[in-house]
């Protein structure tokens, strides 16, 4: 049996082992190839080798415990391969540096994770090769989301800035997703940064930008930056403005089959139920609010639930308000839906877990959450109306 030929059974029999649930038999024989043919200068047994170690550190990840020992295997790919010339090799350490970072943050070890994105981007920012060059699009992003984590929002910005000028506008699908998720990062970071002028013109140009687009995932993204802007406008009291925001949201989605972009039609509702009442237009409120219930019961409850998880843990009381009312709402629709016990059950845990909070505003909403869980109790047939599950905004 020639070398090349040993080398390919040896690496066969290890992914039977792995699929037969023997990663450590699997793993051993890695090994044992490794020590083998380490030495060995052909392209093709380099590559090999390479592939071994990656494969070697993905399963040692996902092993209890094997952060350490995953990311042993990878410091030695890339202390094996890391000057290779040949384009196979060098897109394995690239993409093997970035597997390192995301044990590192597996890990809780931001530094050294941010250090991994810095040794990634040093090899390979400027190649042009496009299995590279996805790697460090992938690499800047993640990087620019650890720097958040780490309190280091001007250098994440610098991140954003860095990679939309040289992957903005780059036609692949993926690369189209990961350009509305950085420019997203951008408008937060601008806001965090209290840019608001700033964050307004790009948050205009994303909405520009995925106006046209067909693609669901980005659709999403459609919807959440609208939602965003129409928030804006209620907590500035812009009544009209929000509610033209939201109507383009139902207009654009209503027909949408895809559970996340109904969600998001659903908030636009409530949302709207919200500033009608707060116009005085009460009939429409009243309409509005029935169409959500109707049409959207199912898919309201999932998006409220999403707002309240997002937020409630928030230390910004305008975005605990956001999850209290969200849960007020869930309330309310689950009491049109006539599921009257799981309102009330909503209604009491909102209580107790809002009852002390510090927010004015929070504690009024906790006052409305006890008057309609009273309301619920004393007169379970009731007809709650309009502003059962709609007059409070998230």
């Given at each position: 049996m ?10 066969a ?9 023997r990663?450590?038999d699997?793993?051993a ?9 380490g030495?060995?200068?052909a ?5 090999k080798?390479?592939e071994?170690?990656?494969?070697k550190?993905h399963l040692?990840?996902?092993e ?5 020992r ?5 410091d030695?790919l890339v202390?094996?391969?890391g ?6 090799l060098?897109e ?7 597997w390192?970072?995301?044990?590192l943050l597996?890990?809780?070890r931001r ?5 991994t994105?810095?040794?990634l981007?040093?090899?390979f920012v400027?190649?042009t090769?496009p ?15 650890n720097?958040i984590?780490l ?11 860095e990679?939309?000028p ?6 692949s ?17 601008l ?5 608001e002028d ?9 909405i ?15 919807g959440?930056v609208?939602?965003?802007r129409?928030?804006?406008l209620?907590?500035g009291?812009w ?5 033209s925001?939201?109507g383009a949201?139902v207009?654009r989605?209503?027909?949408a089959r895809?559970p996340?972009l109904?969600e998001?039609v659903?908030?636009a509702?409530?949302?709207?139920v919200f500033?009608l009442?707060?116009?005085t237009r009460?009939e429409e409120a009243?309409a509005?609010?029935?169409?959500l219930v109707?049409r ?8 409220f639930?999403?707002v ?15 999850a ?6 869930k ?5 049109e ?5 799981e309102?009330?059950a ?7 877990r ?9 504690q ?17 047939a009731?007809?709650?109306g309009?502003g059962a599950g709609g007059d409070d905004?998230?």
């Open positions: 020639s070398e090349f030929a040993e080398l390919d059974a040896g690496l029999r290890a992914r039977e082992l792995f699929e037969l649930g990663s450590d699997g793993l024989i890695y090994d044992e190839l490794i020590e083998r043919h030495d060995d200068p392209v093709y047994v380099r590559a080798l390479a071994a170690l990656a494969f550190g040692l990840f996902r209890p415990d094997g952060g350490d995953a990311v042993g295997a990878f030695e202390g094996r391969f000057e290779a010339t040949e384009l196979e060098r394995k350490v690239a993409r093997v540096l970035r390192k970072a995301e044990a597996g890990m809780g530094e050294a994770a941010d250090e994105y810095d040794d981007l040093v090899r400027d190649a090769e299995v590279l060059s996805g790697q460090v699009a992938i690499a800047l992003e993640q990087k620019a989301v720097l984590e309190d280091r929002a001007d250098v994440a910005l610098a991140c954003c800035d990679w939309l040289r992957f903005g506008e780059a036609t699908p993926l690369l189209r997703v990961m350009a509305t998720r950085v420019l997203q990062t951008k408008i937060d970071l806001r965090a940064l209290g840019r700033e964050a307004n013109v790009v948050t205009d140009a994303l520009g930008r995925l106006d046209g687009e067909d693609d669901p995932r980005l659709l999403v993204v459609l959440d609208l939602l965003g129409a928030a804006e209620v907590a009291e009544w009209e403005e929000a509610l925001v939201f949201i207009g989605f209503e027909d895809e996340a109904r998001r659903a908030l509702l409530s949302n709207s500033a009442m707060q116009l009460f009243a509005t609010h029935k169409d109707e959207y019961g199912d898919e309201a409850l999932a998006s639930d999403g309240a998880r997002q937020f409630e843990g928030s230390a910004e009381p305008e975005l605990r308000r956001q209290v009312g969200a849960l007020v709402n309330a309310g629709v689950l009491g839906l006539d599921r009257r016990a309102a009330v909503v209604l009491s845990d909102l209580i107790e809002f009852e002390a909070d510090d927010d004015e505003a929070i009024g909403l906790v006052d409305q959450a006890d008057r309609r869980r009273a309301g619920l109790l004393e007169e379970p009731a007809d709650t309009a905004p998230q």
